[in-house]
T-cell receptor, first 112, second 115 residues
Framework: GENVEQHPSTLSVQEGDSAVIKCTYSDSASNYFPWYKQELGKGPQLIID?????GEKKDQRIAVTLNKTAKHFSLHITETQPEDSAVYFC???????????FGKGTTLSVSS | DAGVIQSPRHEVTEMGQEVTLRCKPI?????LFWYRQTMMRGLELLIYFNNNVPIDDSGMPEDRFSAKMPNASFSTLKIQPSEPRDSAVYFC?????????????FGEGSRLTVL
């Protein structure tokens, strides 16, 4: 089945710095790559996604890049703020294309 | 809409007891998912339903786990008998879109502790 590896598992940055989280997937047929953010005590929430026909997508301070050849995609957060502190999950679709398979998550801590 | 509603939010039980977790999806959403979150394994897909019918239960860890969706507004995940290694946060999520690229909406989770 589909597999997705996420790194790093924890990331600590100073407020204002950039943060990058990377995911690697195994199925070359994958075509949809979302990122979810989980705040403490809450369920994950979609923050950005990208489809395989584009290489990059931006939404204010967050961006996702995709390298289909290397089978990896990354989340970039610029000018980090304390409220960016959360657990971030990447995901890919299962082989049936009907359910998301999540990475193990990255705990991001932004200190002021 | 109130979003996906899960109950209980917290459950502490003893090994061997039966546990039932409940979920009310967002009205009109045809897909319902159960995930389990642990530090070691992250967010694992257990089972999902389309129009109340189980589609894939290959993620259910053992026969001790079962899930039902008797109607479009209610689903249960049952563990019988429970074991300490079942301790985790269990999330229910729903999706409106038939295609997998639709947004998943998660509940706030049920934190289960089995002593």
């Amino acid at each position: 089945g589909e597999n997705v590896e996420q790194h790093p598992s924890t990331l600590s940055v100073q407020e204002g710095d950039s943060a990058v989280i990377k995911c690697t997937y195994s199925d070359s047929a994958s075509n949809y790559f979302p990122w979810y953010k989980q705040e403490l005590g809450k369920g994950p929430q979609l923050i950005i996604d990208i489809r395989s026909n584009v290489g990059e997508k931006k939404d204010q301070r967050i961006a996702v890049t995709l390298n289909k050849t290397a089978k990896h995609f990354s989340l970039h957060i610029t000018e980090t703020q304390p409220e960016d502190s959360a657990v971030y999950f990447c995901a890919v679709l299962n082989q049936a294309g009907t359910a998301l398979i999540f990475g193990k998550g990255t705990t991001l801590s932004v200190s002021s | 809409d109130a979003g996906v509603i899960q109950s209980p939010r917290h459950e502490v039980t003893e090994m061997g007891q039966e546990v039932t977790l409940r979920c009310k999806p967002i009205s009109g959403h045809d897909y319902l998912f159960w995930y389990r979150q642990t530090m070691m394994r992250g967010l694992e897909l257990l089972i999902y339903f389309n129009n109340n019918v189980p589609i894939d239960d290959s993620g259910m860890p053992e026969d001790r786990f079962s899930a039902k969706m008797p109607n479009a507004s209610f689903s249960t995940l049952k563990i019988q008998p429970s074991e300490p290694r079942d301790s985790a946060v269990y999330f229910c999520a729903s999706r409106a879109d038939r295609v997998g690229t639709g947004e998943l909406f998660f509940g706030e989770g049920s934190r289960l502790t089995v002593l």
